[in-house]
């Protein structure tokens, strides 16, 4: 292959000495259903959050039963992070459709020891003064994603700044459920490939997007795209 660059999905959210590497979910909510997310903490002192999981502002289905959040009780050392996994645990077959459910983070105190004199008092002091709160969805049902995405168009023209091309790509996604994706862009023989993050495509939708890419220097070199996830793999291949 003669030149590789890739694209990672990539979103975050960032509140003063939270930080966490992901903001979607996306995955089945049956028993396959997983993912993990880096929970960072900035600061100069230990944070511990309870972590739990409650309904979407509009869903009616008691989500805290489907969706399982390890470790309930999360400590983060300083200037580090520590791993938080959400499970899909459906405890029956659910209808093929979206469903809304929030991550919720709530500061819990770290009890500290502090001298005073000759006397040690306990104190307590919480990380952060916000509780951040990520809404997210999973989906019930089965998806064939190499289906239900779609290229619906591709135009693109040489950049600008006359490095690599640029323009728009616009994505169908039939599903029903929304996905955060990226597309892998070849040559007829696969020799050549870049990569782009598009996004969350919503369910059901057609969504236009601008791209840039460094890459290609001709856009009839592009034969084939392949939509990924970082957590899926490759999802669907496509000929231009």
């Known amino acids: 292959m003669k030149k590789l660059t890739m694209c990672f999905l ?23 259903g997983y993912k993990e997310y880096k929970v960072y903490n900035d600061s100069l ?26 470790p309930q009780i999360l400590t983060v050392e300083p200037h580090s ?11 029956k077959e659910l209808e093929a459709r979206e469903y809304d459910f929030n991550l919720e983070f709530a500061p819990v105190v770290i009890p500290t020891i502090k001298k005073n004199g000759d006397k040690k008092t306990v104190a307590g002091t919480s990380s952060i003064k916000l509780a951040p709160s990520l809404a997210m969805s999973g989906y019930g049902g089965t998806i064939d994603w190499a289906k239900s995405l779609k290229v ?54 057609t969504k236009s997007i601008k791209i840039k890419i460094n890459n290609f220097e001709d856009p009839k070199e592009i034969k084939k795209i392949v939509f990924y996830t970082s957590d899926l793999g490759d999802l669907g291949e496509v000929d231009i």
């Open 10 to 32: 990539l979103a975050s959210l960032n509140v003063f000495a939270f930080r966490i590497d992901g903001i979607t979910f996306d995955q089945s909510l049956d028993k396959s």
């Open 45 to 70: 002192t230990k944070s511990r959050y309870k972590v739990k999981i409650s309904n979407g502002s509009n869903e009616k289905v008691n989500m805290s039963s489907i969706v399982k959040v390890y």
């Open 81 to 91: 992070y520590a791993i938080l996994k959400l499970f899909g645990d459906a405890p």
């Open 152 to 205: 619906k168009s591709l135009d693109l023209k040489k950049s600008s700044d006359g490095k690599g091309l640029e323009g728009d790509i616009v994505v169908e996604n039939n599903a029903h459920s929304g996905l955060s994706l990226g597309i892998k862009m070849y040559d007829e023989y696969k020799n050549k490939l870049d990569s782009y993050a598009i996004g969350r495509i919503p369910k059901q939708s």
